[in-house]
Nanobody, 128 residues
Framework: QVQLIESGGGLVQAGGSLRLSCAAS????????TGWFRQAPGKEREFVAA????????YYADSVKGRFTVSRDNAKNTVYLQMNSLKTEDTAAYYC?????????????????????WGQGTQVTVSS
């Protein structure tokens, strides 16, 4: 079992930065691939980024590539999403996710539909 709790969301102006954190419970956290998804009102859930178990490999949606950085600290059981150069279209609820299989984070008819563990979400609002 893995429990995920996000923090760090808030209101920021376009061009600004935020760092989201996702604290995980469980001694086996390092066995899990982790990732971030987001969902804006009226829109489908969207894959944002994923990270290998060691943190050495990262994967990003084209919409955030070059602006967002995902990382993890397995000693602290924490995953981070550093978001720079934020745009109004980045406004969404952001969710941390974890699964034993990377393919579940990156695939699915609906993004994330096969992911096993989710956080409760944290709201990010980018104003113009």
């Amino acid at each position: 079992q893995v429990q995920l709790i996000e923090s760090g969301g808030g209101l920021v102006q376009a061009g600004g930065s935020l760092r989201l954190s996702c604290a995980a419970s469980g001694r086996t956290f390092s066995r899990y691939y982790t990732g971030w998804f987001r969902q804006a009102p009226g829109k489908e859930r969207e894959f944002v980024a994923a990270l290998s178990r060691s943190g050495d490999s990262t994967y990003y949606a084209d919409s955030v590539k070059g602006r967002f950085t995902v990382s993890r600290d397995n000693a602290k059981n924490t995953v981070y999403l550093q978001m720079n150069s934020l745009k109004t279209e980045d406004t969404a609820a952001y969710y941390c996710a974890a699964d034993l299989f990377l393919s579940r984070l990156q695939g699915g008819v609906t993004p994330g539909s096969q992911v096993e563990y989710w956080g409760q979400g944290t709201q990010v609002t980018v104003s113009s």
